[in-house]
């Protein structure tokens, strides 16, 4: 049994889409599926017909906003992949997703090439070490070309992209393509695959272009590079120029004027992928059903299994390999509720999970009891009686699990790294319409919180307000629109607040703080003395007490008391950053010095020490990148100064300008339909944060 399901593991392939959103990730998951048998025919993301994207909303806008999993065959090898969000407000559900994959496919914009949001998701696969091909999409677009796209790839994202196709025609005229590992031609008409030899006129073109091919390849593999130097000179040279169609055999093989074999290029290229080295680049052009397969094949033969990634680590440093007989460790990374019930979406690294089985929660202590088990098909599920190592599935019994709560087996706990969650930058007040739906309100909103970690609900002290956080106004609109449709709320939604912080212009050194307080009984006692100082980013907080003047307890103490003082600052009471405190002396008495005197006293010298310093007020930046026709580009241009953006670049491409631009977010708000009035309907942007400024 262990045997029959460690060798399964080698043919599982987990992985997910990433891309810029209109880049075609939605449309190359659709084809994945159709070509695989698992649907019956082509969805469209125009018509509203495709599995991935089933939610109304997902439908109405033509966009995907939640995560999907799904399950395909191909070649004997099961594919589970989930698609995920293009758009900057939902960045945080492609980092739920990238937490628990063992590989991606980064799609790309043959026109465009690397946009913002492509950067933006690929330093987060970067961050999680996600082997990764590209797939340059929309091929048979005007202006589409495949070099200038793997240029971006190279000067913006900085791997080594190395292109192992050569299309055949351009635009509209754009029908195959040529493989240059097995230099023959694959050429589609109505959808249906033909190979064949090179043709003439790109034979001289394909043998260069394996060359570079190679080149590339040898110079970062030791394999790849001993072969090609130990190839005679003949072959290492320029092609035969005696060679013609004969020189292929009939599988379309070529037999001169190459270096390195192609099973030694396929081996080296796994190689190159699984460490991040080398980026195997593939292209199509999803829509018209043309680079798929390629595309399916790169899928099974560079990323890699789960026998093939490191094995899972815990936070107290043990680790968990792949293996169906160690015991039960699960990352939840989804949860969603249906009309069926509570979902829980779960990655399971090691271990067997079987229904009925009784798993630990390790964050809390819990045990929870697996009800039943599901393979998930989008929004269709199908019941099975057991789960193992590498497998992604939903489960219905846990009642207290969250994203990123860890499942484990009760003998042998072990706490995941739970995914990293982004903080919330816009906010909007929010109340139900009729005051009796109140109650509905507040647990419509708790599960909203639940579902989505990175919304933020809470109540505002000063007017009694409830108040959404989320990543962007789109984000917060999709939100209000579920409250509506999901839960038959009507809800008012006030306008977008940005979230502004605080931080430290100019610090303060030696100031005293002396908490005394006796009320009868045991007194509360705490003498400190801080340093304030600006810092790039974050908190930090040191100690430079001598003597034992305050002693170790006391010191954690006074530094919870700091980060206490943190939330709320001086200058409008938003949370401070940007400063480092040191703690350089204090005093105890015998009696009266506690854990609970020097916290207060922490957070009180701090609160002090804020109102001495000279304070900056920062609020939210996003970069922003705006595509005009090259005529409208002077408005444009002129109007995001007026917004208090900083120009920073402005590039013309094929008729059109490319704006880049960092811009106060709370300067963008109602900036789509100023955008469309300036452009006739013309001018599309995109936006991805970029930290904060001083306002």
């Keep these: 049994m262990r045997a029959h399901l460690l060798n399964s593991l080698t043919t599982v392939r987990n992985l997910g889409i990433l891309a810029h959103v209109d880049a075609g990730k939605t449309t190359v998951t659709e084809r994945m599926l159709y070509l695989t048998g698992a649907t019956y025919k082509r969805g469209e993301v125009h018509d509203g017909t495709t599995v991935t994207d089933f939610d109304s909303q997902e439908r109405d806008r033509g966009i995907t906003i939640f995560a999907a999993a799904v399950s395909c065959d191909w070649d004997g090898h099961r594919i589970n992949l989930i698609d995920t969000p293009g758009h900057v407000d939902f960045s945080d559900e492609v980092e739920r997703s990238l937490r628990v994959l063992d590989g991606a496919i980064a799609v790309f914009d043959g026109v465009a090439g690397v946009e913002p949001q492509s950067e933006s998701v690929w330093r987060r696969a970067d961050r999680h070490g996600v082997p990764r091909v590209a797939f340059v999409n929309k091929l048979d677009r005007a202006g589409a070309d495949l070099d200038a796209a793997v240029e971006t790839i190279r000067r913006r994202l900085h791997p080594a992209p190395l292109v192992v196709q050569l299309p055949i025609g351009r635009e509209d005229g754009f029908i195959g393509v040529v493989d240059l590992l097995a230099m023959r031609a694959l050429v589609w008409h109505d959808g249906v695959c033909q190979a064949g030899p090179v043709p003439d006129d790109l034979r001289q073109e394909a043998l260069r272009r394996r060359r570079v091919l190679e080149e590339a390849v040898a110079e970062l593999h030791p394999a790849a590079l001993e072969e090609f130097c130990a190839a005679p000179a003949a072959d290492a040279g320029t092609p035969d120029p005696g060679l013609t169609g004969s020189g292929l055999t009939d599988a379309g093989s070529l037999d001169a004027g190459t270096a390195v074999s192609e099973a030694t290029l396929r081996a080296a290229l796994r ?235 100019r610090g303060v050194s030696g100031l005293l703080y002396r908490h005394v307080k006796q009320d009868g009984g045991a007194g509360q006692f705490a003498h400190v003395v801080i340093d304030v100082e600006p810092l790039a980013e974050g908190f930090a907080f040191a100690s430079a007490v001598t003597g034992g003047r305050v002693p170790r307890e006391y010191v954690r103490a006074v530094e919870a008391g700091c980060r206490d003082a943190l939330a709320d600052g001086p200058l409008g009471g938003h949370p401070v950053t940007g400063l480092r405190v040191t703690l350089t002396d204090g005093a105890t008495h015998v009696k009266d010095s506690s854990e609970m005197a020097f916290r207060t006293a922490g957070r009180l010298a701090l609160r002090e020490a804020l109102r001495s310093c000279a304070m900056v007020l920062l609020e939210p930046v996003v970069e922003v990148t705006v595509t005009v026709p090259d005529d409208m580009a002077g408005g444009v241009l002129g109007d995001l100064p007026a917004r208090r953006g900083r120009i920073s670049g402005s590039t013309a491409r094929g008729g059109t300008v490319v704006i880049t631009a960092v811009v106060p977010l709370a300067e963008m708000f109602g900036y789509a339909t100023r955008l469309r009035g300036r452009t006739q309907g013309r001018g599309t942007f995109t936006t991805r944060p970029a930290g904060y400024a001083p306002a």
């Design 271 to 505: 190689d190159l992928t699984g460490s991040g080295a080398g980026l195997v680049v593939l292209c199509g052009a999803a829509y018209r059903d043309r680079g798929i397969e390629p595309l399916l094949d790169a899928v099974v033969r560079y990323l890699p299994s789960p026998l093939d990634v490191p094995a899972v680590r815990g936070q107290d440093g043990a680790k968990r390999a792949a293996d169906p007989d160690a015991p039960l460790a699960a990352l939840a990374f989804k949860v969603s509720s249906t009309a069926t019930g509570r979902l829980t979406y779960v990655r399971l690294y090691s271990g067997t999970l079987r229904k009925g089985d009784t798993v630990l929660d390790a964050g809390t202590g819990r045990t929870e009891r697996i009800s039943r088990i599901l393979r998930v098909q989008a929004d269709r599920h199908a019941e099975t009686e057991l789960a193992a190592a590498g497998d992604i599935v939903a489960l219905v019994g846990p009642k207290a699990a969250r994203t990123g709560t860890t499942l484990c087996a009760p003998g042998s706990p072990l706490l995941l790294e739970p995914p990293a969650a982004t903080e919330p930058v816009v906010s909007v007040a929010i109340e139900a319409r009729r005051s009796t739906d109140a109650d509905r309100l507040a647990a419509a909103l708790a599960r909203l919180a639940e579902e989505d970690p990175s919304l933020a609900v809470r109540t505002d002290a000063e007017t009694g307000q409830t108040v959404l956080s989320g990543m962007g106004e789109l984000h917060l609109e999709v939100a209000a629109e579920k409250l509506r449709r999901d839960h038959r709320l009507e809800v008012g939604v006030g306008r977008p607040q940005v979230s502004y912080r605080e931080t430290v212009g």
